[in-house]
């Protein structure tokens, strides 16, 4: 399991609206990835682990833009070069195709908001 493809995953997926499998490999990990934090105590799993529940947060609305800023920056694991910039691109892309998707999980559309 590579921690960033699964981020790479989660934008891929919320910028093409397909909400509900960024939130299945989400709800995926919850499952599995606690296991195996407690059996190997690895702090950069269960560091990407509060990540991905702070996605999931933003995502259905529980989570402040800021506030997600702030659980991927203070536990931010990943293997990249520009580590600022990665950030900055990750948190915009999910802005925007939360904004223009009207996205509020479970409850979504998935059709763009007034510009069509």
Same mark, same amino acid.
């Given at each position: 399991?590579?921690?960033? %493809?699964?981020?790479?995953? $989660?934008?891929?997926?919320?910028? !093409?609206?397909?909400? &509900?499998?960024?939130? #299945?490999?989400?709800?995926? *990990?919850?499952? #599995?990835?606690?296991? =195996?934090? #407690?059996?190997?105590?690895?702090?950069?799993?269960? +560091?990407?682990?509060?990540?991905?529940?702070? $996605?999931?947060?933003?995502?259905?609305?529980?989570?402040?833009?800021? +506030?997600?800023? !702030? $659980? $991927?920056?203070?536990?931010?694991?990943? &293997?990249?070069? &520009?580590?600022?910039? %990665? =950030? #900055?691109?990750?948190?915009?892309?999910?802005?925007? !195709?939360?904004? *223009?998707?009207?996205?509020?999980?479970?409850? %979504?559309?998935?059709? *763009?908001?007034?510009?069509?």
């Amino acid at each position: 399991m590579n921690p960033l %493809f699964d981020l790479e995953i $989660i934008e891929s997926a919320v910028l !093409s609206g397909e909400v &509900d499998d960024a939130m #299945n490999l989400i709800q995926k *990990r919850k499952r #599995n990835l606690p296991g =195996i934090v #407690n059996a190997y105590k690895n702090e950069k799993l269960r +560091s990407h682990l509060k990540v991905l529940l702070g $996605i999931e947060g933003y995502l259905e609305d529980h989570e402040s833009f800021d +506030s997600l800023l !702030s $659980i $991927i920056t203070s536990n931010f694991v990943y &293997d990249v070069d &520009d580590r600022e910039g %990665f =950030i #900055n691109n990750f948190m915009y892309q999910l802005y925007y !195709s939360k904004d *223009r998707y009207n996205i509020r999980f479970p409850h %979504f559309d998935g059709k *763009r908001c007034n510009d069509l």
